[in-house]
């Protein structure tokens, strides 16, 4: 009898365990877990500069146009994913990057897509921009990048 009492018991405690397990989340919302590098640039924050758009305007006045678009660039990256949680991985590209920021604010959204359609010109098309169009991207860099309280409440 005892014996009968006992796995009763075992099997009654399985049957609790098994139904605690299932009232749990089924599809837990996975963590999010920023790259360091998208393809070979470094988008950590404490890899750039804490004035990304003045910085890159000096690469830019001091003839570095190159380093000035890439600093622009990582910075682009870096704030999308560390400030506005954007899901990009480390293969994501650039036409990637302009749909996911379709879901910021119009005037974000701009900013992106007008900084790596100039981006693309110049890396991939040889095109070099205008200094005004660079000192327009650079002097915005905060401002079209930054989050702001109306953003955390969003």
Do not use: M
């Amino acid at each position: 009898v005892w014996l009968a009492v006992a796995a009763l018991a075992a099997v009654l405690v399985l049957a609790i365990v098994r139904l605690v397990r299932s009232i749990g989340p089924r599809n837990p919302v996975p963590k999010f877990e920023a790259p360091t590098h998208v393809r070979d640039l470094d988008i950590r924050p404490e890899s750039l500069p804490d004035d990304i758009g003045a910085a890159a305007l000096g690469l830019w006045n001091d003839g570095q146009h190159r380093g000035a678009l890439s600093l622009l660039y990582r910075g682009l990256l870096s704030r999308l994913v560390h400030v506005h949680r954007l899901p990009i991985r480390e293969s994501t590209t650039e036409g990637d990057c302009i749909d996911l920021a379709a879901s910021l604010s119009a005037q974000r959204s701009d900013y992106v897509v007008r900084l790596i359609r100039i981006w693309q010109l110049a890396v991939y098309g040889g095109h070099e921009p205008v200094s005004e169009e660079i000192q327009a991207l650079c002097s915005h860099f905060d401002a079209a990048l930054t989050a702001t309280a109306q953003d955390a409440t969003a």
